[in-house]
């Protein structure tokens, strides 16, 4: 959830780099609210307790987050958010919780033997083992998986452009296809 805040905080300096504004910010309207609080919050709750079924908890709460998103879609990086959330839940629905490969885990300087509650240690042999979490960032004693990685990069893409202008006016398409049927046949 850190990296999260990190990659919107790029994105928004990225953005405000490129010319936008921080108060632009304040324009972007979130659709479907409660679904974005309740998948961060059950994400949340899996991260701080141990609840009893926290694979059914990490599949639900990425379920509201991809729900989310796909609501979000009129927001530019949305797609790429979503996409990564699946790419998170499709090995954890065939594996039956977060695939966690221990290599990667000892690499990031953490106990290669203890999966965290909802993750279960896996092999090359796993279902989806490619979209595993088996990226270490031992600086921040983390493990990232592909769809970590995509959904930081929407992140980063939505928060960039939220800080730019809203590009209004124009010439409408219809109109530019109208003016370009009725143009004079120049020999």
Request: aromatic share 2%.
């Amino acid at each position: 959830m850190i990296l999260a805040l990190v990659a919107l905080v790029c994105g928004a300096l990225l953005g405000i780099a490129r010319g936008g504004r921080l108060h632009r910010l304040r324009s972007v309207r979130v659709r479907k609210l409660p679904l974005l609080v309740g998948g961060l919050g059950i994400w949340l709750a899996v991260a701080i307790t141990a609840p009893p079924a926290p694979e059914i908890a990490l599949a639900t709460s990425l379920a509201l987050l991809v729900a989310a998103a796909v609501a979000n879609l009129h927001l530019p990086g949305m797609g790429v958010v979503a996409v990564g959330l699946l790419l998170r839940l499709a090995p954890l629905l065939l594996n039956g919780a977060v695939p966690l490969d221990a290599d990667a885990l000892a690499a990031a300087d953490r106990d290669p033997t203890t999966a965290p509650p909802g993750h279960v240690l896996v092999d090359d042999a796993a279902p989806l083992a490619v979209l595993s979490q088996r990226i270490p960032v031992p600086e921040i004693g983390a493990v990232l998986s592909f769809g970590d990685l995509v959904v930081l990069v929407g992140l980063v893409d939505a928060a960039a452009h939220a800080t730019r202008r809203r590009r209004r006016g124009g010439i409408p398409a219809r109109e530019l296809l109208a003016a370009e049927l009725h143009a004079p046949v120049s020999a």
